[in-house]
């Protein structure tokens, strides 16, 4: 008998589709019986090394023009508020900082979710200090502390590495989940994932 | 009142998620009450336009080894025959003619089908006159008339004249749906532009 293997969520702030995965996987993942492993990263190292500038998204125009559309029917489909983001994509490292200080804390689901709403549905900067504070304060955390805490340097450096173990596992794009080695790409494929962690690694 | 849509199909007989909608799209469509409007047309002019010689699973490495791994898992899904291709992508420029030649015809589908077998099941060349006739012959076509004809300067034309209309609409990628103007990009929207085609276009 194989037992439930937790589920690795790979996400970036700034990307659109991740915000579909980031609203919909604690939720999925609890009714399934398995536990989400948060692991915020950075896709523009990723981008970097395809010796991309910026995302594909903006790169190709006929291709974002087509997400734009094609998120706004995703959005219908899961009933999730969408707003297209008047900046595309957002700079969010300190976002990420703080993600991964928080990343094994019962509020880092809460926390991802008010951070992709404020990016996706209130179009707003969500890079600034005064950004993570609002959001932190409005969870009744220790704003001031957090941010301090995810600013120290081992922090910084957990980061970096975070996102040099995402180019070692082979990602490429975000959201990307793993059931122990077996990778998923992209929000459609959330539900195969869960299907995956329910049958169990073994 | 509003009437069914026809569902427009763009694909590429070298493009690996193109056998996925090839395979599944006439069924699904006639349970539907949808009527399918085959559009072959050629990747290459598309790929050339964002400055690529080839296929992005062939230029981003990441991304092809996890593409064909998900091929695996999806024609599992789907319970459809696979094998990765020796070579890809398969240049396809003689089938592409055929097929638009025959798009019209009551044999279109089940030629396209066979084509796509050849390439990623039974791992052979498809773009030699040689394959070509198999096919033809093994559904019991004149396979040097119809060759003869999609080879006409006229079907040339059209051939070029598809892939122009193909960039105009804005499709970047194979397989490419359309319920009117509604575009739906991947084997992943058939399911979505099937539901769009049922509530029809007005």
Redesign the interface.
Known sequence: MSKPSPLEFWFEFGSNYSYLSVMRIESIAASAGLTVVWRPFLLGPIFSN?GWSTSPFVL?K??G??VW??ME?QCR?YRLAWTKPSQFPRRAILPHRVALFGAAQPWIGEYCRRTMEMNFVQDRDIESVEAVSEILQGMGLDAAATIAQACSDANKVLLRSQTEQA?AR????APTFFIGD??F?GN??LE?AIEAGIAGSG
Do not use: T
């Not at 082979?170 to 794009?173: E, L, T, Y």
């Open positions: 395809n190709q006929a291709k023009d087509y559309r094609d029917r489909k180019v082979g990602i490429f794009g077996e990778m790409w459609d494929r195969e």
